[in-house]
């Protein structure tokens, strides 16, 4: 008996053994047939089961003598592209393959290749099982393909128009002076002096303001402000911190919390984390459990909000299209449900929804909490973006700020220019997936390759954005103004677009921001800027987080400046006694320690700084700044 299992062991290894070595020797074929630079290994971390196997295996194999140099070691690291910038592609080329028994794998850092799988919708294909995590509440936008995203684009879409724009950039000049004013009395603050040792939470929470108020008619309140400053906007139980019902939490701190604990999602189903033990999956399970309540009531109230006539003004009303499209007042059996146009189911309503709230925030609150921080570390750039705010928008108050009139000259200069420079130096996700459906031909560099069906691929955010070849001129560094355009920034030679004139890159409403005159910001070569990737699966909201990111630095630097906080080597008495030479000295050390913190930066959903990390800054009164003298 013993010797038959023996047997059979031997026999199952055997086979096992046999059929990865012919499919590895299939692949290895298949990727010499491209005449691109190759690796093999044994796996890739592509899907959650191979990511934990690196992340695992890879920190310690990496310390082993005799294997450490070993090339393939060091892009398992799915934070590779981050840490290591460049440097792969400085061995290998801006494209290469790894060839496991598995798949092969393509990275490629090539504008022209990136461009051709982008806009080729068919041949190159999303795969979307890799996005389950934010299949939550329901299938959404960002997890379909084919004639399934194009439903869901149809009904969507629409409300990304610039009428949202202008929302979007009045709701965030609110939400900015906001969080001045939330820094101002903290304890230790004045109005003019505002020591802040996290902007991120506090940009992710603008953001999150933004998106509730803009997108969905729910303006919410920060901690500091009472009810009276919602002018009677506010929806009861979603506004304020008043639970109703069976609510346990409030609606901003559920999705706080469900954002907190999204990776917890990845590894089990909610129905596991409800019957855990451990009070981290509780917590996790009840932040679901209150966001999908709370969407709920959320799409009744919106429904009886149409049935009654009432109108969303004041919002550009992400929730009216989806409902149209399936909720009429005679409910989903209606002629209108059943009739041939594009419709939404209740769970996809409830997906789309949670898709906008969370990319709506998390992408932009890095935005404008890592532009901070880079001018804090470059004071010659947010120096020189002062100056063109001050052109601008002079010494008008906030109540007087116009999208139509200030938006457009606003994202042409400077302001528009460190945005831009931020996310291409720190792009809110590493890599842009993709799969070939089929064997695809491409041209690359003239030359003819073909890639294998199911190759799957990752586009180089990192790579890309900042490859020599596009970016010649100090490709690592921040220099925002290597997008001004050669008129004279801040001025106003920028052109509306006529209503009805479209996009033909993404599909959507050109912004009246994005100008085509002189003075219109630097357009880079074609697929060498992905940071909200390129085609028709580009991000959806780019316009609305560039609104938004615009606003609220405007409103910031209008009247304050930052500078990075040193009170960990020299109190203020001691700074004050300082010569040029001595702060110059010590701001380094403070530059030098912000940078450190920067790159251990980590994508998990997105890519930000580590828990605990933090780069504590100090906003002050222009004019009253301390180190500016030293550059």
């Keep these: 008996m013993v010797g038959i299992v023996n047997f059979t062991i031997i026999l199952l290894v055997t086979y096992g053994i046999g059929k990865y070595t012919i499919c590895l020797w299939t692949n290895i074929r298949h990727a010499k047939r491209t005449g691109l630079p190759y690796l093999v290994g044994p796996f890739y971390p592509i899907g959650y089961g191979w990511v934990f196997l690196a992340e695992t295996l890879g920190p310690v194999l990496r310390r082993v003598p005799k294997i450490k140099n070993w090339g393939w070691l060091w892009l398992i690291d799915r934070q590779v592209s981050w840490s290591l910038p460049r440097v792969a592609e400085g061995k290998y080329g801006d494209t290469y393959l790894v060839v496991t028994p598995f798949i092969i794998y393509l990275k490629t850092s090539n504008a022209e290749l990136g461009t051709q799988i982008t806009t080729r919708k068919t041949d190159f294909l999303k795969p979307v099982e890799r996005y389950k995590i934010v299949d939550l509440f329901g ?9 399934e995203w194009k439903r869901h684009r149809k009904i969507v879409g629409p409300s990304f128009s610039e009428k949202s724009n202008r929302l979007v950039f009045e709701e965030s000049v609110r939400q900015a002076e906001g969080m001045m004013n939330l820094w101002a009395e903290k304890k230790g603050n004045t109005s003019g002096r505002m020591t802040v040792g996290n902007t991120a939470e506090d940009s992710a929470t603008l953001s999150l303001h933004v998106i509730c108020a803009a997108g969905f008619g729910v303006p919410t309140l920060w901690p500091n402000e009472g009810e009276e400053k919602l002018g009677g906007r506010g929806i009861p139980g979603f506004s304020d ?12 701190e559920g999705l706080t919390h469900l954002l907190r604990y999204l ?9 596991v984390l409800k019957k855990s033990p451990f009070k981290v999956h509780q917590s996790a399970y009840q932040a679901f459990n209150e966001c999908m309540t709370y969407f709920g009531e959320l799409l009744d109230i919106k429904k009886k909000q149409m049935n009654l006539g009432e109108s969303e003004k004041g919002t550009m009303d992400l929730l009216g299209p989806m409902i149209k499209a399936n909720y009429t007042e005679t409910g989903p059996d209606s002629k209108a449900a059943n009739s041939t146009q594009a419709t939404l189911s209740r769970e996809e309503i409830l997906g789309n929804s949670f898709i906008f709230l969370f990319a709506g925030h998390e992408t932009t609150a890095n935005n404008i909490h890592f532009s901070i921080l880079l001018l804090a570390m470059n004071i010659s750039a947010q120096r020189r973006m002062q100056a063109d705010i001050d052109c601008i928008l002079g010494s008008k108050p906030t109540s007087e700020f116009s999208y139509l009139n200030d938006m457009p000259r606003l994202y042409n200069s400077m302001v528009g220019a460190v945005l831009l420079e931020e996310l291409r130096l720190v792009p809110a996700i590493l890599n842009i997936p993709k799969q070939a459906n089929g064997e695809q031909t491409v041209i690359m560099d003239g030359r003819q390759i073909t890639f294998p069906d199911k190759m799957f691929l990752h586009l180089n955010v990192v790579g890309t954005n900042r490859n020599p070849r596009y970016w010649p001129d100090s490709p690592n560094d921040f220099m925002p103004e290597r997008w001004l355009p050669r008129g004279i920034p801040g001025s ?15 599909g959507l409403e050109t912004a009246s921001f994005e100008t085509s005159g002189a003075a219109s910001l630097f357009k880079p070569i074609k697929g060498s800027y992905i940071s909200f990737s390129e085609g028709q699966r580009a991000c959806p909201g780019r316009r609305f987080a560039q609104v938004e990111s615009t606003a609220v630095l405007s409103t910031v630097f209008q009247k304050h400046s930052v500078e990075l906080d040193v009170s960990s080597w020299a109190s203020d008495e001691e700074v004050e006694r300082m010569g040029r030479e001595e702060r110059r000295v010590l701001y380094e050390k403070a530059i030098e320690r912000a940078d450190k913190v920067m790159r251990r930066s980590e994508q998990m959903i997105t890519l930000q700084m580590l828990p605990g990390d933090e780069v504590p800054v100090r906003f002050v009164e222009r004019g009253t700044e301390r ?5």
Excluded: A
């Design 139 to 147: 299938k959404s936008i960002l997890t379909q393909e084919g004639q």
């Design 241 to 252: 911190k008043t639970l109703s019902g069976r609510h346990e939490l409030s609606f901003q």
């Design 263 to 271: 990776i917890w999602f990845v590894i089990f189903p909610p129905w």
């Design 492 to 506: 106003d030679s920028s052109q509306v677009l006529e209503k009805g004139e479209k996009d033909n890159v993404d």
């Design 627 to 631: 180190f500016w003298g030293c550059y």
